[in-house]
């Protein structure tokens, strides 16, 4: 099975946005999330990506994979995981491009086996110049 793309909602520089629904979870190693390619040279910008996942009646852990090298020269740290407990919401991020960005530009995302009717959003915060 594919990943599940999950669109950016972009923040709102001095302003606000309705909270929105999210992305249902996607569950099994290799088979979870992926956020675009979106910004600056089609790239995604991880240190201005936080990631709002919420845990239905069984929660897990969700793990942001580490990137490819190059780009992402620090992706030797390995994943990123968190443990979201059941009816829980978690909020992750944001991620060192240096660690979490792959080679075409996007950010991988697991969610465990067990994870059930949960959500996931990726919020963009916006560079305010």
């Known amino acids: 099975m594919a990943r599940t793309p999950v669109a950016y909602s972009n923040l709102v520089p001095n ?12 569950a099994g190693v290799g088979n979870g999330h992926v956020i675009p390619t ?24 969700v793990t942001v994979l580490a990137g490819t090298n ?19 919401t978690r909020w992750i991020g944001p991620f060192e491009s240096g660690r ?9 995302v ?8 949960g959500t996931i959003t990726a919020f963009r915060v916006p560079r305010n110049t």
């Not at 302003?15 to 996607?26: C, E, L, M, Q, W």
């Not at 979490?100 to 991988?108: A, E, K, S, W, Y």
């Not at 697991?110 to 009717?117: H, K, L, Q, S």
């Open 110 to 117: 697991d969610i465990a086996t067990a994870f059930v009717a």
């Open 15 to 26: 302003g606000d946005i309705a909270d929105p629904a999210g992305t249902a979870t996607n």
């Open 38 to 61: 979106a910004g600056p040279n089609a790239k995604s910008v991880p240190e201005l990506t936080v990631l709002r996942v919420t845990a239905g009646a069984t929660g897990g852990n």
């Open 100 to 108: 979490f960005l792959q080679g075409d530009g996007t950010i991988l």
């Open 70 to 88: 190059p780009p992402a020269i620090a992706a030797g740290q390995g994943n990123l995981v968190v443990a979201v407990a059941n009816s829980a």
